[in-house]
């Protein structure tokens, strides 16, 4: 569909075509960037309810693209988008009211939210709801739950649910402590890339707790995970090295 097909729909007032135009405007996209025009389109179908252009602008909104920053109308925005069931929206809302200064956290009502989304398939949701599960953020500790989510998080290949498997086998949170166990759960999330994962390997493979004590495989995972900025890695990998002189 040529630009002047979409334009001359979002024109007519085609909701769709009107968010089309946002996305030029807003990446740049065979037009001049432009995030006050993007504003203004994806503005143009949010007033006729349409949930995705109300994210969008949501966004814009939450970071001063185009538009004046308000916050507060930011979480007006991503609320209206979520309660007409735009899973994006429903992440973003729940961040905000979990994770954003100068907007009032409601841990409860941020976990409501980030349930929705979990449950229309988004993986960071359900992360982010497993470890409230786990630390008790606006509801009660649930190991169980908690497992369970990050479970669901390694399985489709999100490591950070990995990591946080194996930190609670090794501290023994919601299940007897078990080193082994642990270092199997670091290993499939270091496998997928978590930095974290590569550090706790490495970090069990100098105290041989879990692992097989071995400075060689220490430096491979530390390695690693510096490779991939982990910063205590780097450290830790200098003073291996230091040692060794």
Known sequence: ????TVLNAAREGDADAQVAMGYLFYRGDGVGLDRREAARWFGLAADQGNAEAMCNLGHMRAHGEGIRADLGLAVELYRKSA????????????????????????????YRWYSKAAEAGNLMAAYRVAVMDEEG???????AKASEGYELCLRNGYPKGGYRLGMM????????????????????????????????LGKMSM????????????????????????AEAAELLSEIRKASR
Not at 1 to 4: I, K, L, R
Request: proline residues 5%; glycine residues 12%; negative net charge.
């Open 207 to 230: 105290s041989g707790e879990g692992m097989v004590r071995s400075v060689r495989n220490a430096e491979k995972w530390l390695r690693k995970a510096a490779g991939r900025g982990n």
């Open 83 to 110: 309660e007409l069931g735009y899973p994006p929206a429903m992440f973003n809302l729940g961040f905000m009211l979990t994770d954003v200064e100068g907007v009032e956290q409601d841990w409860a009502e941020g």
């Open 1 to 4: 569909m040529s630009f002047e």
């Open 137 to 143: 953020r606006g509801v009660p500790v649930d190991y």
């Open 169 to 200: 086998h090794l501290s023994g949170a919601g299940f007897p402590r078990n080193p082994d166990k642990a270092s199997k759960y670091f290993a499939k999330a270091a496998d997928m890339g978590s930095d974290e994962s590569m550090l706790m």
